[in-house]
């Protein structure tokens, strides 16, 4: 589509460092059919390997302004959180999402995601675990909070507001969940009591958590 696209992987003095940008992070999914619910945004990942081509791969990936819709499975967690207006942007214009981050590791096909946090004004999501594309499975957890915007505006209140949701970046009122099994169809699970349950009770991870483990690849890096 006319958008800037591309992929660098230098050799150091211990192994490769990879970097990846496109100004479309939708048309790259979908080049690499992996899906074809992100809809435009940009997408950047940066990574290292220390050792030769068959040692892992980690580092950050990120992704800025873009919108989830037509994802059945992601709507289906949703309904059982019951979040049922958000479910129905979906199959509409989609739900916006002004940043998603998270650390990973990747070998073989197997990728390790770590600190996952997707944020926007109708929701945040946060996200720890294992997909491997090799055998088709995945095993996430995290937690979703409805009206993100919202919902974390009373942790910034002083005084009340840590005491309410007990952290930077955390909410009021959310949801904890578990996808694993297909990458179709996996099983999933909601706790519906934690969506009445105050922030202190759970952990939404900032994305200034995420920023310093970025620094800290950078260093690591730099160092190699």
Same mark, same amino acid.
């Given at each position: 589509?006319?958008?800037?696209?591309?992929?660098?992987? !230098?050799? %150091?003095?211990?192994?490769?460092?990879?970097?990846?940008?496109? $100004?479309?992070?939708?048309?790259?999914? #979908?080049?690499?059919?992996?899906? /074809?619910?992100?809809?435009?945004?940009?997408?950047?990942?940066?990574?290292?390997?220390?050792?030769? *081509?068959?040692? &892992?791969?980690?580092?950050?990936?990120?992704?800025?302004?873009? +919108?989830?819709?037509?994802? &059945?499975?992601?709507? +289906?967690?949703?309904?059982? $959180?019951?979040?049922?207006?958000?479910? *129905?942007?979906?199959?509409?214009?989609?739900?916006?999402?002004?940043?998603? +981050?998270?650390?990973?590791?990747?070998?073989?096909? !197997?990728?390790?995601?770590?600190?996952?946090?997707?944020?926007?004004? =109708?929701?945040?999501?946060?996200?720890?675990?294992?997909?491997?594309?090799?055998?088709?499975?995945?095993?996430?957890?995290?937690?979703?909070?409805?009206?993100?915007?919202? /919902?974390?505006?009373?942790?910034?209140?002083?005084?009340?507001?840590?005491?309410?949701?007990?952290?930077?970046?955390?909410?009021?009122?959310?949801?904890?969940?578990?996808? !694993?099994?297909?990458? =179709?169809?996996?099983?999933? *699970?909601?706790? &519906?009591?934690?969506?009445? $349950?105050?922030?202190?009770? #759970?952990?939404?991870?900032?994305?200034?958590?995420?920023?310093?483990? /970025?620094?800290?690849?950078?260093? #690591?890096? *730099? +160092? %190699?």
């Amino acid at each position: 589509g006319g958008k800037e696209i591309s992929v660098s992987m !230098k050799p %150091n003095n211990n192994g490769h460092k990879l970097s990846l940008y496109s $100004a479309d992070a939708g048309m790259v999914f #979908r080049v690499l059919d992996i899906t /074809n619910t992100v809809k435009g945004g940009s997408i950047e990942v940066s990574g290292y390997r220390n050792g030769a *081509s068959n040692a &892992p791969w980690s580092g950050v990936a990120e992704m800025k302004r873009f +919108r989830i819709s037509n994802a &059945p499975s992601f709507a +289906r967690l949703l309904t059982l $959180a019951s979040l049922t207006g958000i479910t *129905s942007t979906l199959v509409g214009k989609g739900i916006a999402f002004d940043r998603l +981050r998270f650390s990973y590791l990747s070998q073989n096909g !197997k990728t390790t995601i770590d600190n996952g946090q997707a944020v926007g004004s =109708e929701l945040g999501v946060t996200a720890t675990g294992i997909v491997n594309f090799t055998e088709n499975q995945i095993d996430l957890k995290g937690t979703i909070v409805p009206a993100y915007s919202i /919902n974390s505006l009373v942790a910034k209140v002083p005084l009340i507001g840590p005491l309410i949701t007990g952290e930077r970046g955390g909410g009021i009122f959310a949801a904890s969940y578990t996808v !694993k099994g297909p990458i =179709e169809k996996p099983e999933m *699970s909601v706790n &519906p009591l934690s969506a009445l $349950a105050p922030g202190f009770l #759970r952990k939404l991870l900032p994305i200034i958590d995420l920023e310093s483990d /970025n620094n800290d690849a950078m260093d #690591r890096e *730099s +160092r %190699n």
